[in-house]
């Protein structure tokens, strides 16, 4: 996808450094694109709420439309109309819209704030920094949600991933969300796959099909989610008894909300999520988005989000700050999903193999459901 005039123009913008934006007239409004729930919600109180007050005339609205970036970025550009300022997303969709020329590229060191332990922005982030136009925020995982009070199991916990698929020991209604990702990983690991093979054999026909298979032994027993906050309510309200969703929604559910809920920490999926520029903005517009990102990605800002949930700060300097929950008092640390006691057996996941991949299992996963 080629890139447009006005992309080149702001690219240039970027490319002159920090200086550059610091003195050229921003926006005074936003539109952030994130998740919705208490991720956002964590983003609000952290970020926006201090830039806010820092910025006085400024304002900005959220969307909720984080897991329809890639497409609903795709569509905007074919139209010449990007109403998006800064989005957050997955750093697998980071790295397609990179490719596609949809996110800008950025040079780190010249436009990010420098760590508060006078580090380089790309050597405090290391390796997180996965594309070039990607800019981590957290690290989190997809893991399993259970509810303590099913009578039905007669006093047994899942605590093995299989246990997702185990329906005799633990009947009852599952969660899962309604892509392909981390459901086929978590599916051939329960099919004997050992970890070290799963990419290559969901690489294959074969392999694709094994994990279809799997699946299909619980699909009558999915209620498939879209939104992060889905499965705490299912979970809430007793609809599902098991069910996938991002770790840090279920410590909101668990130790803010108290309910009936625990952690299955076993394969828990590490991820990223980051920030993207997109492609086309105005000088103006481009401004104002760039000086946000620049506060919100500061080694205080990541740090004051594990205040409000539970991911681990992208950011090496952020580590040492992450401290009490803003309102339980409680030590975040434990609860985090690097927390060695959490970390027993982790999947990592392949952030290039989706980018490469994603759009045809996509189409596949989307043809099963339907049959």
């Keep these: 996808m080629k890139l447009t005039k006005t992309l080149m123009a702001t690219s240039a913008l970027t490319l002159a450094g920090a200086s550059a934006f610091a003195e050229a007239h921003m926006a005074d409004s936003m539109t952030l694109v994130s998740w919705g729930g208490a991720y956002q919600n964590s983003q609000n109180e952290a970020y926006l709420k201090p830039y806010l007050e820092m910025n006085p005339g400024v304002t900005a609205v959220w969307d909720e439309s984080s897991n329809e970036a890639v497409a609903k970025l795709r569509a905007m550009n074919e139209a010449g109309n990007v109403t998006w300022d800064v989005v957050d997303v997955v750093a697998a969709d980071a790295i397609r819209l990179c490719d596609e020329g949809l996110a800008m590229e950025i040079d780190h060191d010249e436009l990010l704030a420098p760590g508060d332990d006078g580090s380089d922005p790309t050597d405090d982030f290391g390796d997180l920094l996965v594309s070039d136009c990607f800019i981590p925020q957290i690290v989190y995982s997809t893991t399993f949600g259970y509810r303590t009070d099913v009578e039905a199991w007669n006093g047994a916990t899942p605590d093995d991933i299989c246990d997702v698929f185990d329906l005799e020991t633990f009947p009852g209604q599952r969660s899962l969300e309604r892509r392909p990702i981390n459901n086929m990983e978590w599916a051939l690991l329960c099919s004997g796959v050992p970890k ?8 294959t026909e074969e392999g694709q099909d094994m994990a279809f298979a799997k699946l299909e032994t619980i699909k009558d027993n999915v209620v498939w989610w879209s939104a992060g906050a889905d499965t705490p309510q299912l979970l809430a309200d007793g609809e599902v008894v098991i069910g996938s969703t991002y770790n840090g929604r279920l410590f909101s ?46 080694t205080q800002r990541l740090a004051d989000q594990a ?10 300097s952020s580590a040492p700050l992450v401290g009490e929950h803003a309102t339980l008092g409680i030590d975040m640390g434990q609860h985090m ?15 290039e193999w989706w980018a490469d991949y994603r759009d045809d299992l996509d189409s596949k996963f989307q043809s099963w459901l339907a049959q």
Excluded: C, H
């Design 196 to 203: 070290a093979d799963v990419y290559d054999v969901l690489e």
């Design 253 to 298: 559910l668990i130790e803010e909300q108290d309910q009936p809920v625990a952690m299955m920490w076993d394969a828990q999926v590490f991820d990223l999520d980051g920030w993207i520029i997109p492609a086309g903005l105005s000088d103006e517009r481009l401004a104002r988005a760039l000086d946000f990102v620049r506060f919100a990605t500061d």
């Design 307 to 316: 205040k409000y949930i539970a991911y681990g700060p992208a950011r090496q």
């Design 337 to 351: 999903p690097t927390d060695p006691d959490n970390a027993k057996n982790t999947f990592v996941y392949n952030y």
